[in-house]
């Protein structure tokens, strides 16, 4: 019986605003680089695989800046090779920085309030797992999810991102569950997927920008709203 759902946060229940495509567009003009829709969700789908390896070897949060200044530089790099752009890794760093000067902020996708709500409705325990270096009570104030979950968990607070067990082990806790009685959803394979099923908590795929259609190896939705069916199978 489920008695616990954990979400992902970035590319879960939240997103940028303006869109990651508007961002990268605009901040990739200055450099004379022309991006396509497609491209920058292709990219980002690469981009993401490799922060969540990097979290597997060596945790964003423990690197020092310049550390950090590579790490972005190729994750943006990355970013502008899905639209066929191939640029060094000074010129990649240049343009994530003129990316991280677009004003933007990060909100809730519009089926998040609606699911989370009826899913209180049901008696469920809530909670958020997130790779974010940021205090997770903060996390939900300024997301509008206080209230809507019972808690989010972060690997600032916990000091271990997904994939490893100790982050997962925290949110059983604070859910007062057993892993067989809890389900997650995410929208990494590595860091959610895999990261779930190895403590033993039902993994669930969310793949919004059709990055993964052919995957079978969980359940996999496109939004929130095809939650119940998976239920239903579980």
């Given at each position: 019986m489920i008695k616990a759902i954990f979400f992902d946060l970035?590319?879960?229940?939240?997103?940028?605003?303006?869109?990651?495509f508007e961002i990268q567009s605009k901040a990739a003009a200055d450099f004379g680089i022309t991006l396509t829709q497609e491209g920058v969700l292709r990219g980002y789908a690469a981009a993401d695989a490799f922060m969540a390896g990097q979290n597997l070897s060596e945790p964003l949060r423990t690197l020092n800046d310049e550390g950090k200044a590579t790490f972005?530089?190729?994750?943006?790099?990355?970013?502008?090779?899905?639209?066929?752009?191939?640029?060094?890794s000074e010129t990649a760093g240049a343009v994530w920085r003129r990316v991280r000067q677009v004003p933007y902020e990060m909100t809730t996708y519009s089926d998040v309030a609606p699911?989370?709500?009826?899913?209180?409705?049901?008696?469920?325990?809530?909670?958020?797992?997130?790779?974010?270096?940021?205090?997770?009570?903060?996390?939900?104030?300024?997301?509008?999810?206080?209230?809507l979950v019972d808690f989010v968990v972060t690997s600032l607070e916990v000091g271990a991102e997904k994939p490893y067990p100790p982050i997962f082990n925290a949110a059983l806790a604070r859910a007062s569950v057993e892993a067989d009685?809890?389900?997650?959803?995410?929208?990494?394979?590595s860091s959610d997927i895999d990261g779930a099923r190895s403590v033993g908590i039902h993994p669930v795929l969310i793949d919004r920008d059709g990055n993964h259609?052919?995957?079978?190896?969980a359940p996999r939705i496109t939004g929130l709203d095809q939650l119940a069916d998976v239920f239903e199978a579980l």
């Open positions: 970035y590319g879960t229940l939240a997103g940028f605003n303006p869109s990651r972005f530089a190729e994750y943006e790099r990355k970013v502008l090779l899905g639209s066929g752009v191939e640029v060094d699911t989370l709500t009826a899913l209180r409705g049901n008696g469920l325990a809530l909670g958020v797992i997130s790779n974010m270096n940021r205090n997770g009570e903060a996390l939900a104030k300024d997301l509008g999810l206080t209230g009685e809890a389900v997650h959803v995410g929208d990494q394979l259609p052919g995957y079978c190896d």
